[in-house]
């Protein structure tokens, strides 16, 4: 099939006109082959240039385009829902981010800039040329189960988000805490073992002591943080003392904590094991506000090493402090201590006045949270990458801000990383949202950019197989590898690792990037 291209040119709004001369690039777009159209437009996001652009494509007759324009084209669908009106192939659509790599980093040379959005023009035309389109397939989903792991403040919002979709929701908590929510609670319950795919998983769930089956189209991970899991020499020393969200929860609720009350920033100051989050002296504020309110004549004290109130939080901070709650600063060298003889006495000095305090208390409460200890099994039954902090890895923004690497599998709140309630809530609101929706359309797409096979050069030495991260590779009836089409998210790791050299991924070949690169280097179109 001959090519046809169309290439676009966004002007960005204003960045792009002001380093580079777009009549040079619309002259050498013009002059190279099989480019049929040549269009400049103020901003391809604006609905009527993109009609036009479409329009333009109709009338030249091209099957293929190029927009040379910014990172926002990259992950916005409206390009490539537009262009599917004109009959183009989605996987014959290029964008090519050349205001983030070629204007912004050489915005102080011109020629610089010119030079290289020169470059990746005419090596996306090379590339453009070698692209075939590409078909993606669609599968019912068997379920419309939406799986919710943790009732969290998180957990609560997705369920109900989800809910309101028309999703049937599952919820399944570790405790055994009583909640109203929509659907089914599985109180005592965990998450144990997974297969499947997006659209149609098959949960192995441990209630109780009994081990049951469970297929759902769509999970949220919103396990929280470990909120009672405290670790530290000040919470090996004072056994009576508690997370702040346990102290949040009891003076919500009425129950006033026995005086004087101190929250201290972590539990192990000298940050071996654990470290205050930024978000925790928000809800310290909060929290200690609320308490003095309830209880004016409770004495407060809140001892940290930095206190970091973002936002409107300074507010809080000088109202708590007008309303008598006492901020103790310290260093290391003065941090707070607790003798196991004496649990309910903290020594600490006084960064800003030098002065070493002994504070008689009767509520201890901590401002860092540990990582939930279930993230790791709930990662692991999910097959999905932990954080290096210990929470459930999420996905590229492409997919989400509460994605994971894993297509119909959402995360939200502490799960990730701890957060405030407010953020927390959010979150699991959006994730229930998306999870719903995702389960909504019934279908499953999948294919198009994903692994292929050539049988006769695999020596089927499971490298692939033992490598890819989604399990897309097995080995088939004929003793070689295949590629299960469903589970392959085209993240190339089976391609570069294959010792045999057995396996491309389609819309990346190696002909196609080593073309490209050639182009790039300094070689001819």
């Not at 049929?36 to 009527?48: E, F, K, R, W, Y």
């Not at 800039?113 to 470059?119: D, H, L, P, R, Y």
């Not at 929509?182 to 149609?200: D, E």
């Not at 909120?227 to 969200?245: D, F």
Request: glycine share 8%; hydrophobic share 40%; aromatic share 4%.
């Amino acid at each position: 099939m001959k090519a046809a291209i169309q290439v676009v040119l966004c002007k960005c709004c204003v960045d792009l006109p002001q380093v580079l001369d777009l009549q040079k690039l619309e002259k050498l777009a013009s002059e190279s082959g099989n480019v049929v159209s040549v269009i400049t437009v103020n901003s391809a996001c604006d609905g009527d240039e993109l009609a036009a652009v479409v329009k333009d494509a109709r009338e030249k007759e091209a099957d293929r385009a190029i927009i040379l324009a910014c990172y926002k084209k990259e992950i916005s669908p409206s390009l490539l829902k537009a262009y599917k009106r004109a009959k183009i192939n989605e996987f014959l659509v290029d964008i090519v981010n050349i205001r983030d790599e070629a204007v912004l980093p050489n915005a102080d040379s011109r020629e610089d800039a010119q030079s290289k959005a020169e470059g990746m023009l005419s090596a996306a035309i090379v590339r453009s040329r070698m692209l075939v389109p590409l078909s993606k397939s669609t599968e019912e989903m068997r379920t419309k189960n939406v799986v919710i792991i943790g009732a969290g403040i998180a957990g609560q919002a997705a369920v109900h988000a989800a809910a309101k979709t028309g999703a049937h929701t599952i919820v399944i908590e570790k405790s055994g805490k009583s909640l109203k929510v929509p659907g089914v609670l599985l109180s005592r319950s965990q998450v144990i073992g997974a297969k499947g795919y997006s659209g149609n998983y098959q949960l192995k769930i441990k209630v109780s002591e009994k081990i049951e089956d469970l297929d759902c189209a769509a999970i949220v991970i919103a396990s929280g943080g470990g909120w009672t899991a405290l670790r530290g020499p000040l919470a090996k020393a004072s056994k009576e003392a508690m997370p702040l969200y346990e102290l949040y929860l009891k003076v919500r609720s009425g129950q006033l904590p026995k005086g004087p009350v101190v929250v201290v920033d972590s539990p192990d100051p000298a940050g071996k094991t654990m470290k205050a989050q930024d978000y925790a002296w928000g809800a310290t504020l909060e929290t200690v506000l609320d308490l003095k309110k309830r209880s004016p004549e409770t004495e407060i004290y809140v001892v940290f090493q930095e206190m970091r109130a973002f936002g409107m939080s300074e507010m809080a901070y000088k109202q708590a402090a007008e309303m008598g709650v006492k901020f103790v600063r310290y260093d290391l060298a003065g941090a707070p201590k607790i003798d196991p003889k004496e649990p309910t006495r903290l020594a600490v000095k006084d960064f800003s006045q030098g002065e070493l305090l002994n504070i008689q208390f009767g509520t201890l409460a901590f401002a860092a949270v540990p990582m939930n200890e279930s993230n790791k099994v709930i990662a692991d039954a999910l097959r999905i990458p932990m954080s290096a902090d210990g929470g459930v890895r999420r996905g590229s923004i492409q997919r989400g801000p509460v994605s994971t690497p894993r297509p119909g599998i959402f995360v939200c709140g502490s799960a990730m990383f701890p957060k405030p309630k407010d953020i927390a809530m959010a979150e699991g609101e959006a994730a229930g949202s998306m999870a719903g929706e995702y389960v909504r359309a019934g279908v499953i797409e999948y294919g198009g950019s994903v692994a292929q096979i050539t049988q006769e050069k695999c020596s089927a030495c499971l490298t692939c197989v033992r490598t890819c991260p989604y399990e897309a590779p097995f080995i088939g009836v004929a003793s070689k590898a295949e590629i299960r089409t469903q589970l392959c998210q085209g993240c190339g790791m089976c391609v570069g690792i294959c010792p045999s050299k057995a396996i491309d991924l389609l819309h990346y070949t190696d002909d196609q990037i080593s073309e490209q690169t050639r182009v790039l280097l300094g070689g001819g179109a």
